[in-house]
């Protein structure tokens, strides 16, 4: 059975750090693509960052300088290193895994950036 288990979420003040990680199980972790994804109440999901399965990473310009996004295929687990936070990074986050149409997500954990 496939899974996406986020955590790490939760409150914190405009300038300070959270780490989320993501747990995955049931598919080949190494050969997909790894995702995180925001959304706020009424907006769409937005991208955040990607790392692909050689490691190189790339970043939404919003979070780009502040958020890093690691993989460790050892733990099947990703990571996401979010730093100076801002209020307008308050949002779920979600995790996701793709690969050739293949797509599976997470079911979020919730980051609140209090100003």
């Known amino acids: 059975q496939v899974q996406l288990v986020e955590s790490g979420g939760g409150l914190v003040q405009a300038g300070g750090s959270l780490r989320l990680s993501c747990a995955a199980a049931?598919?080949?972790?190494?050969?997909?693509?790894m995702g995180w994804y925001r959304q706020t109440p009424g907006e769409e999901r937005e991208w955040v960052a990607t790392?692909?399965?050689?490691?190189?990473?790339s970043y939404a310009d919003s979070v780009k300088g502040r958020f890093t996004m690691s993989r460790d295929n050892a733990k099947n687990t990703v990571y996401l290193q979010m730093n100076s936070l801002k209020a307008e990074d308050t949002a779920v986050y979600y995790c996701?895994?793709?690969?050739?149409?293949?797509?599976?997500w997470g079911r979020g954990t919730q980051v609140t950036v209090s100003s």
């Open positions: 996701s895994a793709w690969l050739r149409g293949i797509n599976y």
């Open positions: 049931g598919f080949t972790f190494s050969r997909y693509y």
């Open positions: 790392v692909a399965i050689d490691g190189l990473t």
